[in-house]
């Protein structure tokens, strides 16, 4: 194998996932926050984790046990890749917000191997490395977070048995304001609270919305996309650990927001809007109904993420 370069520098975007009904099976990427990751061939053999900034001493150094260090061990093994590989982590978004943070790094991982060691590997054939790296943080097996990283975009996943990602385009003008309260909630306590099994009448109310937004989407039908964001499976439950979770989602929604509910597994909230002026001010009434519960917060207001990873360098 003939090496190009020595280092890479890359981005890899925070993600919405379930988009309110779509629990498991949709998301997208936004523009920021992301994190990044940057990956240098060493001739001492063996995959090391040199550095990890932003994540208050969290993270783990072990590559085994690391969402980013797992993909790149598999990956090396998988390709007989024989020199070593340093690694810096540099987590730009919290831990624990609901904006797909493991996945963000499982993912700066994976593309980042695949462009320093020449790989040309697909987004299909990086997906498993990635869902490999997310499964060590979450304990379980979902790729909404992963898949919209990675591919960029709007994502659905048909089955994950065989994985089958169906990409799809997003109206122009579509906007998202997340906004985070700064609390932490992590994905695998939050998926035990979830029920086992559901009412088939909620579960009916369910598949439509979730084939309705699909439709919204794609002719670009703002009313439908709106009448569509419902969650009658996660939300009941996840909201219940997040302050200010229906003051903030009342705001929203009278702020203009076609639809407003729980980022993947919280605590941030996502609304969708359709434009920039209406995402601004959703965020800021977001903003003030939080301030009566005493926490802070980040906005994060961004199109639709079509890109996915990015080279920030190459050397
Ligand atoms: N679909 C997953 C969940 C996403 O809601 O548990 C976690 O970010």
């Keep these: 194998m003939r090496l190009k370069i020595n280092e890479i520098r890359v981005f890899a975007p ?3 996932s379930n988009i309110a009904c779509g629990f498991d099976v949709m998301g997208f990427a936004i523009d920021m926050p992301g994190d990044e990751l940057v990956l240098r061939v060493s001739e001492r053999p063996g995959v090391r984790i040199v550095e990890i900034t932003g994540d208050n001493g969290k993270l783990t150094k072990d590559p085994a046990l690391n969402t980013a260090g797992k993909p790149i061990l598999s990956i090396v093994k998988a390709h007989r890749i ?3 590989v340093e ?20 993912v700066a991982a994976a593309f980042a191997m695949n462009m320093l060691f020449d790989l040309r590997l697909s987004p299909r054939e990086l997906l498993p490395f990635a869902i490999e790296g997310e499964m060590i943080a979450s304990g ?18 048909r089955s994950y048995h065989p994985i089958d990602i169906i990409k799809l385009d997003v109206p122009e003008n579509l906007h998202c304001t997340v906004i ?19 009412p088939l009448s909620d579960a009916i109310r369910q598949w ?14 703002f009313a439908l996309i709106g009448r569509s964001l419902e969650d009658f499976v996660a939300e009941p439950v996840r909201s219940r650990l997040i302050p200010g979770f229906d003051r903030m989602k009342c705001a929203a929604l009278d702020a203009g927001a076609l639809g407003c509910s729980i980022s993947g597994s919280g605590p941030s909230l996502f609304a969708l809007s359709d ?9 800021q009434s977001m903003q003030i109904a939080l301030n009566e519960f005493n926490l802070g917060s980040d906005l994060y207001i961004s199109k639709i993420n079509n890109q996915g990873p990015k080279v920030i360098y190459l050397k």
Excluded at 94 to 104: F, I, R, T, V
Excluded at 140 to 157: C, E, K, Q, R
Excluded at 275 to 283: E, L, P
């Design 208 to 221: 439509g919305n979730t084939a309705t937004l699909v439709a919204g989407f794609f002719k670009s039908d």
């Design 87 to 106: 690694i810096e982590i540099h987590k730009k978004m919290p831990l624990g917000s609901g904006l797909g943070s493991s996945a963000a790094s499982a």
């Design 82 to 84: 024989e020199c070593g």
């Design 180 to 198: 985070h309260p700064h609390i932490e909630i992590s994905t695998k306590e939050s998926r035990r609270l979830l029920p086992d099994q559901i």
């Design 140 to 157: 379980s097996l979902h790729a909404d977070n992963v898949a919209p990283a990675l591919y960029g975009g709007f994502v659905l996943i």
């Design 275 to 283: 434009s920039q002026a209406k995402a601004d001010a959703i965020g």
């Design 14 to 16: 925070a993600t919405v």
